[in-house]
């Protein structure tokens, strides 16, 4: 079981050539969605309110097979703004509330069966509720995997310095972190990237990988180093393609049964093959959200085995 813990939303999606759009989102629970889409149960640990909105984030989680352990409460579903520019680029504005009052008295139970917990984006920095994600990672550790992804929101958190700091406490706790380069050039503008994610990497996790949009990604590891190019497609826009990243590492781990706080050391020791198809993988389901509307991510038919 795969447990992901973050903030759900509902995307407002604008742009000059096309009507407003809505979709339920989130980066957490898009990769709650990719990774239930890709054939793995998964829980997601969030909030979201009793309105319209978030009657709309729960048919989406629910029709998705995706488990929902915890109830809707009565604060307003967050939202995020995404501006469209001409090639698809999406640029966010947010008006959210991130708490999860119950989570510590609810955590015996929802860690119950998890081999892999997921984490990150607002979640994991925005108070009041990043502190209690923290102590669910800590918890969660001897038995579980813990991934995590910064997916930095400037927009929200402006402190670099303090985002950078807590960035540095999930990735310490971590076995397997992604970040974007724009998250790495924000957090540490005057280092290069790789120097960056080696440096991560020392910290404890035993993958850091990073995505680059049209450039691809890359990733690293104690035993080496691997590179995944884009494959040809016509981008619609970009909203959620990080996260179906995401998903698709994640899953492809478990497929190859790296998960479980007792499998650290194999973990640890993943091969070059098996690092470049797993971020091969990852490349793949991301070029296919890319080529579709809003975040959407694939299913196992849409994509060759990992």
């Known amino acids: 079981m795969l447990t992901v813990i973050g903030?759900?939303?509902v995307?407002?999606?604008?742009?000059?050539?096309?009507?407003k759009r809505f979709h339920p989102g989130g980066s957490p629970l898009n990769v709650a969605v990719g990774v239930a889409r890709l054939g793995r149960p998964v829980q997601f640990v969030g909030r979201y309110g009793t309105d319209a909105y978030g009657q709309l984030i729960h048919e989406h989680l629910r029709g998705n097979s995706v488990l929902t352990p915890l109830p809707p409460d009565d604060l307003p579903t967050s939202v995020a703004t995404a501006l469209l520019d001409p090639a698809g680029g999406a640029r966010y504005t947010f008006d959210l509330k991130w708490q999860l009052?119950?989570?510590?008295?609810?955590?015996?139970r929802l860690l119950d069966g998890t081999t892999?917990?997921?984490?990150?984006?607002?979640?994991a920095m925005l108070q009041p509720g990043a502190d209690a994600v923290l102590r669910a990672v800590e918890r969660a550790r001897p038995s579980a995997t813990i991934t995590y992804d910064p997916n930095c929101r400037p927009s929200i958190i402006t402190d670099v310095a303090y985002a950078r700091e807590q960035a540095e406490r999930f990735v310490a706790l971590a076995d397997v972190v992604k970040a974007s380069d724009e998250d790495l050039a924000w957090l540490y503008p005057d280092e290069d990237p790789r120097d960056a994610a080696r440096r991560w990497l020392a910290m404890g996790p035993a993958l850091v990988a990073v995505t680059g949009g049209s450039k691809g990604a890359w990733a690293v590891t104690a035993a080496g180093e691997a590179e995944a190019s884009v494959p040809p497609v016509t981008?619609?826009?970009?909203?959620?393609?990080?996260?179906?990243?995401?998903?698709?590492?994640l899953v492809s781990l478990?497929?190859?049964?790296?998960d479980g706080g007792a499998r650290r050391p194999?973990?640890?020791r993943i091969s070059a093959g098996d690092l470049n198809t797993v971020l091969g993988f990852a490349v793949r389901a991301a070029a296919v959200t890319v080529s579709r509307a809003g975040a959407n991510p694939p299913f196992r038919e849409d994509l060759p085995n990992p």
Do not use: K, N, Q, W
């Open 7 to 9: 903030e759900a939303l």
């Open 11 to 19: 995307d407002e999606v604008l742009s000059d050539t096309a009507p």
């Open 101 to 108: 009052p119950s989570l510590a008295e609810s955590l015996p």
């Open 116 to 123: 892999m917990l997921h984490t990150g984006s607002i979640a």
């Open 235 to 249: 981008v619609v826009d970009t909203v959620g393609a990080g996260d179906s990243f995401m998903s698709a590492l």
């Open 254 to 258: 478990m497929d190859r049964e790296l």
């Open 266 to 268: 194999e973990l640890a």
